[in-house]
């Protein structure tokens, strides 16, 4: 079992940047991937960004590619998303998700734990 707390979200401006943190629970944290998706206001959820157990490999979505990192430390149970650029497209609930297989994926079906989600909001 994993329990998720997400933090960090806001409201900042465009070009502003924001970072996003997931503090997980639970022994088993090193050997997920875990995954941040979000979702606005009528729309359906969407993939945003993922990284493998280890951090080694990292996905991103085309729309956040070179201005959002991924990122995790292990030994703090703690997963992150630097978002830089933000735009008001950006504006959403961002959540943070855990998926048991090592390697990240981009479907919301991959992942069996998720947070409660954190808004961020970018006004233009």
């Known amino acids: 079992q994993v329990q998720l707390v997400e933090s960090g979200g806001g409201l900042v401006q465009t070009g502003g940047s924001l970072r996003l943190s997931c503090a997980a629970s639970?022994?088993?944290?090193?050997?997920?991937?875990m995954g941040w998706f979000r979702q606005a206001a009528g729309k359906e959820r969407e993939f945003v960004a993922a990284?493998?157990?280890?951090?080694?490999?990292?996905v991103y979505a085309g729309l956040v590619k070179g201005r959002f990192t991924i990122s995790r430390d292990n030994a703090k149970n703690t997963v992150y998303l630097r978002m830089n650029s933000l735009k008001p497209e950006d504006t959403a609930v961002y959540y943070c998700?855990?998926?048991?297989?090592?390697?990240?994926?981009?479907?919301?079906?991959?992942?069996?734990?998720w947070g409660q989600g954190t808004q961020v909001t970018v006004s233009s």
């Open positions: 998700a855990a998926d048991p297989k090592s390697l990240p994926a981009t479907t919301p079906d991959e992942y069996d734990y």
């Open positions: 990284i493998s157990w280890s951090g080694a490999i990292t």
């Open positions: 639970g022994r088993s944290f090193s050997s997920y991937a």
